[in-house]
């Protein structure tokens, strides 16, 4: 029994996690350096992460600096930070790349809301999926008595139910983050 809760419980904070990164990708008015995470650069034949290759600071709130170790690379992070999906205008000034964060419109805001909460409702979903496998792990296990595995599977709900409030915390919680002006 315990160990079907314990590889439930894994699974669920993994569903967890990557709900968490999905938040902490989308663009709000801050200045956020995950959203560099997934920028690949062209270095020397090989994609690499803009987090591997420069740090990234954040000076104000509303503004990233991206200092490259190796000034040689600056222009391929410029690029690469352009061609990117996120909608930011980099300046570079010889040194270092700025990126300012506008404060997103009000339409802005409500498209990102909506993307956070179908982030959720996919880590919702994927919690449900993985009580499905601990049910159906918990009918197959023949050493289970009926009372056995009714006790098992409201001990899975229970922590589905707990996992789920999670989510539903954390969806309020960065909601009110990107309608914050």
């Known amino acids: 029994m315990s160990d079907i809760m314990s590889v439930t419980e894994s699974k669920m904070d993994k569903c967890l996690d990557a709900l968490k990164a999905n938040f902490a990708k989308e663009r709000t008015g801050r200045a956020?350096?995950?959203?560099?995470?997934?920028?690949?650069?062209?270095?020397?034949?090989?994609?690499?992460?803009v987090t591997q290759l420069a740090g990234v600071?954040?000076?104000?709130?509303?503004m990233l600096l991206v200092e490259p170790w190796d000034k040689s690379v600056l222009n391929a992070i410029e690029k690469a930070i352009?061609?990117?999906?996120?909608?930011?205008?980099?300046?570079?000034?010889?040194?270092?790349?700025?990126?300012?964060?506008?404060?997103?419109?009000e339409e802005r805001r409500r498209e990102l809301v909506k993307a956070c909460k179908g982030y959720a409702e996919e880590a919702r979903v994927a919690v449900r999926n993985v009580r499905r496998d601990a049910n159906a792990k918990i009918e197959r296990d023949e050493e289970n008595s009926e009372d056995g595995v009714r006790r098992e599977q409201a001990a899975v709900q229970k922590l589905t139910d707990s996992y789920i409030k999670k989510i539903d915390e954390l969806l309020k919680t960065k909601e009110a983050e990107v309608m914050e002006i």
């Open 57 to 62: 600071k954040v000076p104000e709130a509303t």
């Open 32 to 49: 956020n350096p995950h959203v560099l995470d997934s920028i690949m650069v062209d270095y020397y034949g090989v994609e690499t992460p």
């Open 82 to 105: 352009r061609n990117s999906d996120l909608g930011i205008n980099p300046s570079n000034d010889g040194v270092a790349i700025r990126l300012p964060f506008p404060a997103p419109t």
